[in-house]
T-cell receptor, first 115, second 117 residues
C-alpha cells in the first residue's frame, strides 16, 4: 500500500538534546512538508521541499532543520534551539504539477515530548 | 498573505442532527484552491474535498455537502444526519495557484466536532 510513514509514534527526549523525526513516502510525490500541531491549534508549516536537495522555510522554521537527499525521505531535526519542542509533528506529501491544486497526504504523526 | 478562519472552535451535536462547519478565507490571488480535511482521534489528516476558485458549484457526497461562495469568501461544510463516527477535528485549508508556492497550504485552526449518541 502506498502512503507516508512516520516513526516513532511517540518520542521522549531530554531537554537540550537534538532529535530527528523520520518521514518516508512511497507515493512518488515531489513535494513534502512538515507541520507542527499544538493542542487546540491548527497546523503550522515548519519546512517544505518541492524537489530533492532543495527546501524552504515555512512559518516557524527557527530551531528546526531538514534535509532532502532522496525523493522519498524528508527527516526533521528538532534542535536544542527550539524553545518549546513538545508538540505533535505531521509530515505530508503532494504532487507538484498544477500548482496549489493538489491535496496533501499525511502521515500518522509523531508526538514528541521533551522532559 | 493568505488566511483561513474557522471561528467555531468546538461544536457538539446529538446523533442525527445536521451540523455546518464554517470557513472564511482571505487571499489576493484570483486562482486558488480550498480544501477540507478530517483529523480523527488517531491523528492522521484525511483529505475530503478540493474546490478551485473558478468553480462555485456546490458539491454533495453522501451525507457531506460543501457550499462555496466567493462573494462572502466562505467555504462551509455541512454534515447531514451526523453520526458518532463523524467526531473529529475538521480543517479548512487554502492554497494559492502560483508556482513559487506550489502546494503550500494555509490551514485554519480547526473545528472539533463531537457527535453524541
Amino acid at each position: 500500500d502506498g502512503g507516508i510513514t512516520q516513526s516513532p509514534k511517540y518520542l521522549f527526549r531530554k531537554e537540550g538534546q537534538n532529535v530527528t523525526l523520520s518521514c518516508e513516502q512511497n507515493l512518488n510525490h515531489d513535494a513534502m512538508y512538515w507541520y507542527r500541531q499544538d493542542p487546540g491549534q491548527g497546523l503550522r508549516l515548519i519546512y517544505y521541499s518541492q524537489i530533492v536537495n532543495d527546501f524552504q522555510k515555512g512559518d516557524i522554521a527557527e530551531g528546526y532543520s531538514v534535509s532532502r537527499e532522496k525523493k522519498e525521505s524528508f527527516p526533521l531535526t528538532v534542535t536544542s534551539a527550539q524553545k518549546n519542542p513538545t508538540a505533535f509533528y505531521l509530515c505530508a506529501s503532494s504532487v507538484i504539477a498544477g500548482g496549489g491544486l493538489n491535496e496533501q497526504f499525511f502521515g500518522p504523526g509523531t508526538r514528541l515530548t521533551v522532559l | 498573505a493568505q488566511k483561513v478562519t474557522q471561528a467555531q472552535t468546538e461544536i457538539s451535536v446529538v446523533e442525527k442532527e445536521d451540523v455546518t462547519l464554517d470557513c472564511v478565507y482571505e487571499t489576493r490571488d484570483t486562482t486558488y484552491y480550498l480544501f477540507w480535511y478530517k483529523q480523527p482521534p488517531s491523528g492522521e489528516l484525511v483529505f475530503l474535498i478540493r474546490r478551485n476558485s473558478f468553480d462555485e458549484q456546490n458539491e454533495i457526497s453522501g451525507r457531506y455537502s460543501w457550499n462555496f461562495q466567493k462573494s462572502t469568501s466562505s467555504f462551509n461544510f455541512t454534515i447531514t444526519a451526523s453520526q458518532v463516527v463523524d467526531s473529529a477535528v475538521y480543517f479548512c485549508a487554502l492554497s494559492e495557484g502560483v508556482n513559487t508556492n506550489a502546494g503550500k497550504s494555509t490551514f485554519g485552526d480547526g473545528t472539533t466536532l463531537t457527535v453524541k449518541p
